[in-house]
T-cell receptor
Framework: GAVVSQHPSWVICKSGTSVKIECRSL??????MFWYRQFPKQSLMLMAT?????????EQGVEKDKFLINHASLTLSTLTVTSAHPEDSSFYIC?????????????FGPGTRLTVT | GQNIDQPTEMTATEGAIVQINCTYQ??????LFWYQQHAGEAPTFLSY??LDGLEEKGRFSSFLSRSKGYSYLLLKELQMKDSASYLC??????????WGAGTKLIIKP
């Protein structure tokens, strides 16, 4: 149990376009979802935390108008990178909390590798 | 501020035992997670400690000392597939995980 999927697993887009990444909890209801970004050989950087039906809480330095997060249901959250630029190229990972067992464990999706050309 | 300190890289031999240490400073504390992350993949859960002491789960064990702000992950009978980064992630008073850069573990035959 506690499986989280992400789609797409990788995407290449042109500078200036927008990209939407989906994160789904497949077999549990995710009360909270997290979006991370990770550059090569660096730690996970939390971008935002979202609870179903409410606005996401963004970390300091993360532009909420550039990284749009929608947590429309207990099983789906989306991250839209608007007007993407090459510096947005990174590994984006979502995680979800709310599965059975440890209430605080975060179950991670497989990640989405974004390349902006 | 909040801080995680782990060795950047460690090397061990297949079949051996390795201990990865982690010291942390957080605003409040609600337990500590260890995750494994293979290159290019997302982290996977290994263990969670909230009370002092040792938690054993198969080949992996994790220890916590809250008073010392210290934890370690012990890996026994190392296998080549254990080559990965190991992330120590304490949870602060807001139940947010604090992430460091992790320890890259290299297993040699």
């Amino acid at each position: 149990g506690a499986v989280v999927s992400q789609h797409p697993s990788w995407v290449i887009c042109k500078s200036g376009t927008s990209v939407k990444i989906e994160c789904r909890s497949l077999d549990f209801q995710a009360t909270t979802m997290f979006w991370y970004r990770q550059f090569p050989k660096q730690s996970l950087m939390l971008m935002a935390t979202s609870n179903e039906g409410s606005k996401a809480t963004y970390e300091q330095g993360v532009e909420k108008d550039k990284f749009l997060i929608n947590h429309a249901s207990l099983t789906l959250s989306t991250l839209t990178v608007t007007s993407a630029h090459p510096e947005d190229s990174s590994f984006y990972i979502c995680s979800a909390r709310g599965g059975e067992g440890n209430a605080y464990e975060q179950y991670f999706g497989p990640g989405t590798r974004l390349t902006v050309t | 501020g909040q801080n995680i300190d782990q060795p950047t890289e460690m090397t061990a031999t297949e079949g051996a035992i390795v201990q990865i240490n982690c010291t942390y400073q957080t605003s409040g504390f609600n337990g500590l997670f260890w995750y494994q992350q293979h290159a290019g993949e997302a982290p996977t859960f290994l263990s969670y400690n909230v009370l002092d002491g040792l938690e054993e789960k198969g080949r992996f064990s994790s220890f916590l000392s809250r008073s010392k702000g210290y934890s370690y992950l012990l890996l026994k009978e190392l296998q080549m597939k254990d080559s990965a980064s190991y992330l120590c992630a304490p949870m602060d008073s807001n139940y947010q995980l604090i992430w460091g850069a992790g320890t890259k573990l290299i297993i040699k035959p």
